[in-house]
């Protein structure tokens, strides 16, 4: 599955190479990911956060505004609710790319910020 996103990044990259920071999921690490970047070596490169440093990682800005925002004030009366909410939320938030980017102006995140 993280092969498929690869997949799908490298073609919506326009030709340009990807730089990825990843953290250490054990996923990010396996041997088969790390054979089809190495095939792949010249369009994309992995960058891997230290252990134990959610304050480097945009993604946990992003998980911390998912909780405090993306239900509302109403709390949902099932998983099915709760998970229509999320993917909603996060529909919005995938049309507001200038929020995503704010994301990475963090002090601890700048670090990621396209060039």
Not at 12 to 16: A, E, F, L, M, Q
């Given at each position: 599955m993280f092969i498929d996103f690869?997949?799908?990044l490298l073609r919506?990259?326009?030709?340009?190479k990807v730089h990825l920071v990843v953290d250490g999921h054990p996923v990010h690490r396996a041997k088969l990911v790390s054979a089809w970047v190495g095939r792949h070596a010249d369009r994309i490169e992995l960058y891997f956060l230290?252990?134990?440093?959610?304050?480097?990682?945009?993604?946990?800005?992003?998980?911390?505004?998912?909780?405090?925002?993306?239900?509302?004030r109403r709390r949902?009366?099932?998983?099915?609710?709760?998970?229509?909410?999320?993917?909603?939320?996060?529909?919005?938030?995938?049309?507001?790319?200038?929020?995503?980017?704010?994301?990475?102006?963090?002090?601890?995140?700048?670090?990621a910020a396209a060039q």
């Open positions: 690869l997949g799908r919506d990259s326009g030709g340009r230290p252990g134990y440093s959610p304050e480097l990682n945009p993604v946990e800005l992003l998980n911390q505004d998912v909780k405090a925002n993306a239900t509302g949902a009366r099932s998983a099915t609710e709760l998970s229509s909410q999320l993917r909603s939320y996060l529909r919005r938030r995938q049309r507001q790319p200038a929020v995503v980017a704010r994301f990475f102006t963090h002090p601890h995140t700048c670090y």
